[in-house]
């Protein structure tokens, strides 16, 4: 069932286009449907699930390698299911009244949307580290067209790519951290994986590049400028993937790994500095942003800090108080942004500076906001509250060095959230003084009515503790607690007075201290943001990228035929030439010469090749090179090889017919307009030289190498006779490797109509034109260009 | 048992060196005759290492039984080497003729574009944007609800 709802979403999604075409707002509408049943479906399964009797179904897809489709539906996954299914299917409610029939990017819109909700599902129900990554990087892909929308526009294309390029620059290396863990395990099952996690230097490898993974996708410093830039796309986009799901990916997967792996260092160290890091950056950045939908993207990364901390420690408690806040995110968020959309859908605009009186105008969507922003700050009776009070309370009883100094920073963080969450109300809502109030539209039910099922939501889940209790907790008793307080800890709104009822008081009253200061507040983050930022980070990287790629082709891509064939002819005198340096074996019995005849024939074949070099004339090369040809065959017959040196005789003699045939057009002289360096010359002298000698040397080497005469070739003269031939290399060319014969007529008759075509397009060319065609190449213009 | 004699040696290593030499130069027809160059001493090499001067592979002759055979498999192949060397350079003597005819010359030219590429120091593009590129938007920000379509608030 699992799978089929993961398949259905997919199928789904590619038959949606053709309903968009008809009513966007019936393929909004039926994208909808799919999610919701699988929330239902997840609700029905819950209290099996919850009693410990996790779903699990799987499917091979390539059993030969061990690719398996393994899905798990745990308490883990039920959390993240409603957010993806249950959140996904209000946001596809409510697009189906924000898109309107006149939108040109609905209907791919609406198709992209439900694959994302199929991807995202697949994600949260992986029981198997490559099954995980497969739906990870679609999650990406959709990501990356959603933002990009129709590419139009210069902000989406950039937000698009940089997406795109930070999270699978971080899938990337967390595929080659699931392997290392996968091999080091002997699985890829995760169930298996966190009942008995794999050590060693490779696991922990692993991590760290697993852990790039989890920070990119999940938005954390330094990789978080792409959330906010993601922005660019519609508002519903942004409410689902980059506040209430696919940003999450990161997160739930610290929080699938860290029963096995939080014990380790590498594991926790890097999620909680990074994490309370991201958590006080993004809610300082948010206190700065003029735009409520940047507002609330700084608000979604330092909320993924928080939950990223919490998640990463592994203690019992904190992940109660994560997988609380999980929800609660997921909630809140998706309201405050469905909030954005609407208010940009009356007003117009989405800028603090522009929105005025609009609480007054609209007092229902303010006190949804209000809900919803009171749980992110934290008030009582959200489930906000609920969460924090238990993360709180979690630090509180861990204690020691990383208890407070987390404690510290949560608090910290607590208050920004809290001035942030203030600013949003503030500024969409309230009147302010010196700027117009706003006469907004009226809106559609479909409009608020969604957003209120999600504000409503965090109500009646902070009301009823228990029920949220139930989830956070069964995922959370997977974790060790360390005291028996800990282990008896149940998520509930009222605790008592203590500490950390205290602290949330602390973080509400310095929250609210820092809004009043808001003007101040928000010159100092803009001030303080010029000097530093990730984002030229970001970009400073990728232009440096490009700026090695051009040096580098540069370099390599010199567009120079002799330097290439210098660079293959150096590498041939290098790495071969060093082995036989290394390995140096002169074989001991050398002989001068064979037969004297070979001394003149050699010296004749010398002296000509050597004679080239110095040619001038192009004739006189030619004679020069037939006389090396038949210097050689002459050196085949003393060889005993009577066949070979009538080949090569025949060949020379055609290949100086055919020599004469061209040279009679060309000029006598070689000409070269430009007269090479004489440096240059000595140079490739060398070069060559050195290389020739190498060649020479191998040749006495490797033949010393051999101990017997090939027993191959005997086999040819046992079975020469019956072939018919007396002349055994007639008979291997004819029958015993007759294949490779045709292969060499077939070479031939290739070379022969290239040749005669090209002979031919000549004679063409005189015909037609009477005179030679100029080519664009070779005239002044071109020259200039080339030499600058 | 070393078939390559010394003297042997050096003719080959003097074959390639000049073959490599003319592979280097400019001028298409001397780049031609470095592959006949080099295709000669390929072909001698292949054929030295079968074996040292011995009798002719063939059958049936007078000689038979008094010296060793030569081997005949480096043999045919080497056979084989010398038509095909010669089927190329007829190729590349067509093209290089093609080419003077064409150009008016037969100097083998640099690549431009990659000349280009070598000079210039920055990238023109980045992330495949133009960076001079200014404007050029097309419809509404699809970020803002004026894009959704059925702007509400559209009053304009």
Redesign the interface.
Known sequence: MLLALVAAHLVLACALPAVAARS?RAAFGLAAVLPAVTLVWAAAMAPAVLGGAAVEENLAWAPALHLTFDVRLDALALVMIVLVSGVGAVILAYSAF?????????SRTSALLLFFAGAMLGLVVADDLLTLYVFWELTSIASFLLVG??G???????AA?QALLVTVFGGLSMLLGFVLVGESAGTYRISAIVASPPTGGAVTAGIVLILLGVLTKSAQAPFHPWLPAA?????PV?GYLHAASMVKAGVFLVARLSPAFASSAEWWLPLVVLGLATMLIGGWRALGATDL?RLLAFGTVSQLGFLMVLFAVGGRLAAVAGAALLLAHGLFKATLFLVV?TV?????T?EIGALSGLGRAMPGLAAASALAAASMAGIPPLLGFVAKEAAFEAFLLEGGLRGGVVEVGLVAGSVLTVAYSARFLWGAFATKPGVDPVT?????PG?TVPLWITSLAGLVLGLVAPVAAVLAEAYGDTLPARTAEEAGYHLALWHGFNLALGLSAVALAGGLLLHTGRDRVAALTRRLHHRVSAQRGYELV??GL??L???V???L??????VY??TV?LMVIALPGIGLVLGWAW?G???????WI??PL?IV??AA??A??RARR?FT??LL?GA??YG?GG??I???????AL??FL?ET??LV??VF?LR??PAH????RR?RRAIQVR??V???V???T???F??V???A?????T??EE??RL??ETGA????SA??VDF?AL??VG?IT??L???S??AS??L??RH?RRRRGK????G??TPA?EK??S? | ???????????????????????????L???L?GV??LG??A???L??????????????GSAEGSA??????P??L???A??????????L??????S????????????????????????TA????EAD?QGD???V???????????????S
């Open positions: 966007t924000y898109f309107g029939r006149r939108s040109p990017d609905a929308q129709s139009l526009h210069r902000a989406n294309r950039r790519v922005m660019a796309a519609p508002t942004s939908k959309g940009d859908k009356v007003t117009g989405r907004p539209a009226p809106a559609s409009l990728v232009s490009e700026r790629a051009v040096l082709t540069g370099r891509q010199v567009g120079s035929l002799p064939l210098a002819l074989p019995d050398v002989p001068v010469v064979h037969e070979q001394i050699g074949v010398v090749a050597l080239m070099v192009r090369a030619v090179v090396v040809g050689i050196l085949f003393v060889d005993g090889a009577p066949d070979l080949a090569q060949v055609l290949a055919a020599f061209v057009r060309l070689f000409t070269e307009r090479p490739k002298g070069l060559a030289a290389a020739g000698i060649v020479g040397v040749g006495i490797l033949s010393g051999r101990t017997a005469p090939a191959a070739s040819f003269v020469a006779p007396t002349n055994i290399i291997i060319l490797r490779d014969t060499e070479v031939l290739v070379a022969a290239g040749t090209l002979v397009a000549t060319d030679v065609r100029a080519s190449s070779g071109h260009e080339v600058g | 048992m070393t078939t390559v004699s010394l003297a042997m040696a050096v003719v080959v290593a003097a074959l390639y060196a000049v073959g490599f030499y003319l592979l280097l130069q400019r001028s027809m001397r780049v005759l006949v160059v000669h001493g072909n001698l090499l054929q030295l290492t079968g074996g040292p001067p011995a009798r002719p592979p063939i059958l049936g060793p055979l030569a081997d005949p498999l043999q045919a080497a056979l084989t010398v038509v095909i060397t010669f089927a190329m350079t007829t190729y003597l067509a093209l290089g003729y093609r003077w005819v064409l150009v008016g010359h037969d100097e083998v030219q640099d690549d431009l574009e990659d000349r280009r590429i070598a000079r210039r120091r920055t990238p980045s992330m495949g944007e590129e938007e097309v419809g920000d699809p970020g803002s609800a004026a894009a959704s379509g059925d702007p509400v608030g559209d009053r």
